[in-house]
């Protein structure tokens, strides 16, 4: 384990405070999430695969 302090305060945290273990796994989950996916913001317009895509538009993709 790179951080014992944070692996022993996650253990007790359930006796402690529960919250603590909430935000572990919320962190974990930002950190590496199970479904991978990017997301941009067009800088200008495009077509894409049809799709007419214009500047300002969020777009994002998975990977699998």
């Known amino acids: 384990t790179r951080h014992p302090d944070q692996w022993k305060l996650l253990k007790e945290a359930p006796h402690q405070e529960p919250d603590t273990l909430v935000r572990a796994t919320e962190e974990c989950l930002r950190y590496d999430p199970p479904v991978k996916s990017i997301q941009r913001i067009a800088s200008e317009d495009v077509?894409?695969?049809?799709?007419?895509?214009?500047?300002?538009?969020?777009?994002?993709?998975?990977?699998s």
């Open 47 to 63: 077509e894409l695969g049809g799709k007419l895509i214009k500047e300002g538009d969020r777009i994002r993709w998975f990977m």
